[in-house]
Structure formats: C-alpha cells, structure tokens
C-alpha cells in the first residue's frame, strides 16, 4: 500500500505513514461510535 501511494506522487515529506491497528486509540473509538 505504501509503494502505491508514493508512486502516486503523494509527497513523503509531507505525511506520516502508520499502521492504524498499532494505535490503540483507534480501536478504542471505534468501539464508543458503535455504542452511540
């Protein structure tokens, strides 16, 4: 995935890659939107 977006020309100085399932709090406010 990350190949195709910087062969699309998006700029890698400008942005920040990361694997969202490594990031707790996704998951954790995921969790509170579907109780709402």
Not at 2 to 18: E, N, Q, R, T
Not at 24 to 30: D, I, W
């Amino acid at each position: 995935m990350a190949k195709v977006l910087l062969s699309s020309g998006i700029d890698k100085d400008k942005m920040c890659l990361f694997v969202q399932s490594q990031v707790p709090q996704h998951t954790e406010l995921t969790w509170i939107f579907s109780c709402i």
